[in-house]
């Protein structure tokens, strides 16, 4: 009955929305403990090692922590507004992961539009962070939405350009059709468009406010810029809502230019998840070495290098395109 | 699944959308709050989004939701972040007195073309139409550029125009400086 139920299209997205909630809730605490042994390795120190083995229980100390802090809702502050930010931050990530192929199998929805059905609910990211900042009636919430919206508004054209350039040349957005076209490591489209590569990455470190381009929430400056009124788990979703976003522009990277689940020996789905750890960790080495950008400098390499370089591939993609047709 | 059930759930998922339309419908006309009104825009959006979903068109729903949803409300939200008032929003309490006569005209304005409509219905009722095939991204782009390239010519020149427009007076604000 239940392998009848899970075969059917209904069935199956339903079991793979319980699966990927369950993948991002390990994932939270996974990437806290990456992050700060990490941060640790750089800055020449241990990080966590106190609580169990090698600090390995940490990450569940400091979850338990947030689960049981008191929630406030500032004074002044609007607070159906406040707490829907959370919510909307969080809520969209799930749906991303639908699309995204695991595996040859492990495809949450096969879809002609999956890349565009990802790009279309990671955009909401912008809202719950504005909505974040305005709704806490606090002068540095309001800083850092207002960051917010400038920098994410900037970065996704570069983005879009650097999609739309492998959209071009597999012709299609469909993630799995995507990845089926490159079998062995020369035929990833890393080597075929390299530019774009460099340009989706760097607009996907923005997209995700890390760091060096964090500014929304740039400590030194803002106290936390838009979440600086978010106590417990209103905070805790927020930076879950982050660690999620990380893994899907890394699975969208591995997918469109690192092959995807192709790789030798072991199954398709371990390959795909060391890939995507793999961007990650490069991710996090950004974070940690980084200083971080000037709001005038983040804004001037988005609109003049990303884009102009954006639109010069995208031309010389289909050019080429045009002429090996 | 059932031929059946897929007719039950498109209209469990037609109820559901239309609740969404008009509940944000109704949170953007009665809310005193600007940012409120917006998040009812931004409810109204998704359901017609669903819609899109619904009538098989999904290119159209996700383009609804990346554009309107991303990127248009979120620049009508730094507009209204720019303008805020430092006390409240343009006359709050005055505000209330209107709610009641807007909130009438609102569900007046929502009921009349409803009314016709079902009237229109129970009279003659039509078959439901059968679901029209999905019409691939290629197709779509073959009828862009080929019936309808003077309309997207025409789309594309005023975009320009924007853009250009937009450079010219970023230009004139730093020579005022």
């Known amino acids: 009955m239940i392998i009848e139920l899970l075969a059917t299209p209904l069935g199956h997205t339903v079991a793979a929305l319980v699966a990927i909630l369950a993948f991002l809730g390990l994932n939270g605490l996974v990437m806290v403990y990456m992050e700060r042994k990490v941060c640790g390795f750089i800055q020449l120190r241990p990080g966590p090692f106190e609580v169990g083995p090698r600090g390995l229980l940490q990450p569940v100390a400091d979850a338990l922590k947030l689960v049981g802090k008191q929630l406030v809702t500032p004074q002044g502050a609007d607070a159906l507004l406040f707490w829907l930010a959370p919510f909307i931050s969080f809520a969209p990530v799930a749906i991303c992961f639908l699309p995204i192929p695991f595996g040859p199998i492990a495809t949450g929805m096969n879809m002609n539009l999956g890349l565009l059905l990802i790009l279309a609910f990671s955009g909401l990211n912008a809202l719950s962070l504005v909505l974040a900042g305005w709704g806490s009636n606090n002068k540095y919430g309001l800083l850092g939405a207002a960051r917010a919206v400038a920098q994410s508004v900037a970065y996704e054209v570069p983005l879009l350009l650097s999609v739309l350039a492998i959209a071009f040349q597999v012709g299609s957005l469909n993630l799995s059709t995507i990845v089926e076209g490159q079998k062995g490591i020369l035929s990833w489209n890393l080597f075929y468009q390299p530019l774009a590569f460099v340009i989706y990455f760097i607009s996907a470190t923005a997209e995700t406010n890390r760091a060096p381009f964090d500014l929304p929430e740039a400590e030194s400056e803002l106290t936390a810029g838009f979440h600086t009124e978010y106590s417990g788990m209103g905070f805790g979703i927020f930076f879950l809502a982050e660690y999620s976003y990380m893994i899907v522009v890394c699975a969208v990277a591995t997918a469109l230019f690192l092959g995807g689940y192709d790789g030798p020996f072991a199954p398709g789905i371990w390959w795909f998840l060391a890939k995507v750890f793999f961007l990650v960790l490069i991710l996090m080495f950004f974070r940690w070495t980084f200083p971080r950008v000037r709001f005038d400098q983040l804004l001037n390499i988005c609109w003049k290098w990303l884009i102009p370089l954006g639109l010069a591939n995208l031309i010389a993609t289909a050019l080429v395109m045009k002429l090996v047709q | ?177």
């Open chain 2, 1 to 177: 699944m059932g031929e059946a059930l897929q007719q039950q759930l498109a209209y469990v998922g037609y109820g559901l959308y239309l609740l969404l339309i008009l509940a944000g419908g109704l949170a953007a006309v009665m809310s005193t709050s600007l940012v409120r009104a917006l998040m009812g825009l931004i409810l109204t959006l998704f359901g017609v989004a669903g819609m899109f979903l619904l009538m098989n068109a999904p290119f159209l729903a996700f383009m609804q939701i990346l554009i309107y949803v991303g990127a248009v409300s979120v620049l009508i939200f730094f507009a209204i972040m720019l303008t805020k008032t430092p006390e409240g929003e343009a006359g709050a309490e005055n505000m209330l007195e209107w709610i009641g006569l807007r909130a009438g005209l609102a569900v007046l304005a929502a009921l009349t073309p409803a009314i016709i409509m079902a009237t229109l219905i129970v009279k003659k009722a039509p078959a439901a139409l059968a679901l029209k095939p999905e019409v691939t991204l290629a197709q779509l782009g073959e009828f862009l550029t080929g019936p309808f390239v003077l309309a997207f010519e025409l789309i594309s020149v005023v975009l320009l125009a924007a853009m250009a427009g937009a450079v010219v007076l970023g230009f004139e604000r730093r020579k005022g400086k």
